[in-house]
């Protein structure tokens, strides 16, 4: 017996230690995985009771919420779906993904939001990447044309929202959108989607952040001039504050600019967002945000983390395009991120949670609406980068066809 713990012990010594955290991580994020599969299907199952409608949140009494088609977040769970079926290739899972991506497929031809991009790439981009469904590849044409319906050349940008008080309103959230752009000119051969994409992400870096890299909810521009009129927001603590999910949202957008088109200017703001979120004082130990960096409350107001989970992946992607110190940074928060994420205080049991997997997220405190439930996207990121981090940790390339 003491033989036997003689050689263990001096196999534990032998093994690096941070080969040991890898495959630990690695057993984690498998778990959570498998729990994500159990809970999307017992989601599943009972979205199948509500025709035409997808999963969006839980009310005060803790009753599911869903949404219409049309609503911004209708496209994460069938593009959760898909990322589950490709981890596991269950067929059952495919099953699923495709009964709610079909759900959506009206929103190919939306053109009164932006948010048709978060809709269809989600869910049919997801789809095609990895089942090459060539029916799925029209619909990704077809919402990339409706979507280049909302730029205005003048701007040099998407237009976000219809029928506010601001002249011509251009949100963060709005960069999240441009990768359908990118890929539909992949997809097609037609430049200008792609032309329109690196437009609408150069006057954004222009107008929209602050020199401490932080980034302003909204800039309403003037049609006439192209000039930048006003900068606000609508989710966030105040106008000078910085909302935690337009960082992130900036965060992830950027990066991705970076990888559909290798101009370095792109790469380097998402090192000044990542900078402002890493230095930031008011991040936590445990790298979740409170729901906006500059509310007077902390520590006493919630977390977001959908957040969270958005700069997880963001920080796993940006990873692979930095020197070796930055990149060894950036993993260790995502890592540190993932164990919070997978931890009781933001992981839900199974089966309740209304059958999300995060809790704790908030969608608009300042209009008093989802706030401290689970949302859709939240669970979308997560899942996202937990593959993400295993295909590090496995040795695979993130983006196989990276242009």
């Not at 498998?34 to 997808?54: C, E, V, Y």
């Not at 969006?56 to 079926?85: E, H, R």
């Not at 989710?235 to 992130?248: E, I």
């Not at 940074?329 to 309740?352: C, D, K, N, W």
Request: charged share 20%; hydrophobic share 35%; glycine share 6%.
């Amino acid at each position: 017996m003491l033989r036997k713990y003689f050689w263990g012990l001096l196999l534990l010594l032998y093994i690096p230690i941070g080969q040991i955290q890898a495959e630990s991580l690695l057993s984690l994020i498998d778990h959570n995985l498998n729990f994500a599969i159990k809970q999307d299907s017992l989601m599943a199952i009972t979205m199948l009771n509500h025709p035409g409608r997808l999963p969006q949140t839980i009310d005060k009494q803790g009753n599911l919420v869903t949404c219409s088609p049309s609503w911004w977040v209708s496209g994460f769970f069938s593009g959760s779906l898909w990322y589950l079926y490709e981890y596991s290739k269950d067929n059952q899972l495919k099953s699923y993904a495709e009964t709610f991506t079909q759900r959506v497929a009206s929103q190919q031809y939306t053109t009164d939001t932006h948010d048709v991009g978060f809709i269809i790439n989600c869910s049919f981009g997801n789809g095609y990447r990895i089942t090459g469904n060539s029916a799925y590849k029209k619909v990704l044409e077809n919402a990339a044309h409706s979507l280049s319906t909302r730029f205005n050349p003048v701007v040099g940008c998407i237009r976000s929202w219809n029928g506010t008080k601001w002249e011509y309103p251009v949100i963060i959230d709005n960069m999240m959108n441009l990768e359908l752009m990118f890929n539909a000119t992949h997809l097609s051969g037609d430049k200008r989607y792609e032309q329109i994409a690196i437009s609408h992400a150069n006057k954004t870096l222009e107008n929209q952040f602050r020199p401490n890299g932080s980034c302003f909810h909204l800039v309403s521009y003037d049609t006439i001039t192209g000039r930048a009129i006003a900068h606000k927001t609508v989710q966030g603590y105040s106008d000078s504050s910085s909302w935690a999910r337009g960082q992130a949202w900036a965060l992830y957008a950027y990066t991705m600019c970076y990888r559909k088109t290798g101009n370095s200017k792109y790469l380097d703001q998402a090192e000044k967002v990542a900078s402002f979120i890493l230095n930031n004082p008011h991040l936590p130990k445990d790298k979740i945000p409170y729901w906006d960096f500059d509310d007077p409350a902390i520590p006493h107001t919630y977390r977001d983390a959908s957040a969270g989970a958005v700069m997880c992946s963001a920080f796993i992607e940006l990873s692979q395009y930095v020197p070796k110190k930055a990149s060894k940074e950036y993993l260790h928060v995502a890592a540190m991120q993932i164990r919070t994420l997978s931890s009781p205080v933001f992981r839900a049991q199974l089966g309740s949670n209304g059958d999300f997997i995060l809790m704790h997220s908030v969608g608009s405190l300042p209009g008093h609406t989802e706030v401290d439930v689970p949302l859709s996207y939240a669970d979308y990121y997560y899942i996202e980068a937990l593959l993400r981090y295993r295909k590090l940790l496995l040795g695979e390339p993130l983006f196989p066809h990276k242009r």
